[in-house]
């Protein structure tokens, strides 16, 4: 099974969004707030299908008052 374990420490007044796109772009997932401290992603898309293997990218767009921050990370999929 697949499994992605992504942590996020956050204060209480920040707001987040977590999105996990594939590597054409396209949306797979996305978190919205209130985020937990550990979000799993299953390796499947919004559609509850499997997504498909290959590069994936996780963008985490935090919001603290009028400051706003993207966290880009990337990794693979594979089955």
Do not use: H
Not at 9 to 38: C, E, H, M, N, W
Not at 45 to 62: C, H, L, N, Q, S
């Amino acid at each position: 099974d697949d499994r992605l374990v992504l942590r996020l420490q956050l204060p209480a007044s920040d707001q987040a969004t977590v999105t996990v796109y594939g590597f054409s772009g396209d949306i797979l997932y996305r978190f919205t707030s209130p985020l937990a401290a550990k979000l799993y992603w299953n390796g499947k898309t919004r559609m509850d299908r499997p997504a498909p293997v290959g590069p994936f990218f996780v963008v985490a767009e935090i919001t603290s008052g009028n400051t706003k921050k993207l966290i880009r990370t990337k990794g693979i999929l594979w089955r």
